[in-house]
């Protein structure tokens, strides 16, 4: 069974950074697509960026291009998003996902594990 665990998350002033990170444990994840989701209260839950576990290939939001950099590290077994140059409107519970597939899809509705998610708060 697929776990992911989230961690890193926390309180920064807008301008910082922060780096989160997931854990994946329980499967193979050599077909596997991992995402980095957010949700802000009243909002729908969106992608942020995601990556392919073979190859690395990845899409961002157009919101953080240039902001955020999502990697793996496959010997263990984990996926980062380190976040710079955070905005007010970055705060959000981040969770991390998973898809088998070898497409980097959007919608949350592809993903088939979560995490738990984990709270990023931007103050001013």
């Known amino acids: 069974q697929v776990q992911l665990e989230e961690s890193g998350g926390g309180l920064v002033q807008a301008g910082g950074s922060l780096s989160l990170s997931c854990a994946a444990s329980?499967?193979?994840?050599?077909?596997?697509?991992m995402g980095w989701f957010r949700q802000a209260p009243g909002k729908e839950r969106e992608l942020v960026a995601a990556?392919?576990?073979?190859?690395?290939?990845?899409l961002y939001a157009d919101s953080v291009k240039g902001r955020f950099a999502i990697s793996r590290d496959t010997a263990k077994k984990k996926v980062d998003l380190q976040m710079k140059s955070l905005k007010l409107e970055d705060t959000a519970v981040y969770y991390c996902?998973?898809?088998?597939?070898?497409?980097?899809?959007?919608?949350?509705?592809?993903?088939?594990?979560w995490g738990q998610g984990t709270q990023v708060t931007v103050s001013s």
């Open positions: 996902a998973a898809r088998q597939g070898l497409v980097l899809l959007v919608d949350s509705y592809w993903y088939d594990y």
């Open positions: 329980g499967r193979t994840f050599s077909n596997y697509a």
């Open positions: 990556i392919l576990w073979s190859g690395g290939s990845t």
